[in-house]
């Protein structure tokens, strides 16, 4: 059980490591940071960031070199309801009136990969 506790410990420190190097990226191409490790009850948003008058919403998944499942197939649909329903609650207690945009970021060790971002302008409360 120690052994298990380790490893899980060892990712959590390792997720964060890349949530920060994400960040990182994101502010040498021009974005600043809203929201960092955000609890909206149970869930998380990891990064919510703007640049201009886009607020994005990023998902960074890491996954260690060799690992079973590649960060970048780690999203699953059921998890992009949920962030899609926290990102909303976000929206409904802070307005955002410009463009909604969600990126996912994956790493594999320290190979990373900004995924194509797409839309979320439906999640916004029309007005």
Known sequence: ??????????????????????????????????????????????????????????????????????ADTALSYGQRVRLQSTLRSYLDRVPWPGRVTFQRVSWAGWKWRLHVPERWDSLKIQR
Do not use: C, F, H
């Not at 990226?25 to 640049?51: H, K, P, Q, T």
């Open 1 to 70: 059980m120690a052994i298990r506790k380790q490893r899980g410990s060892r990712a959590r420190r390792y997720g964060r490591l890349t949530e920060a190097a994400t960040l990182w990226l994101l502010w040498l191409r021009g974005w600043s940071l809203v929201e960092r490790n955000l609890l909206m009850g149970r869930w998380e948003l990891d990064l919510i960031v703007v640049r201009g008058d886009e607020l994005r919403l990023l998902e960074v998944k890491a996954r260690q070199p060799g690992a079973w499942t590649a």
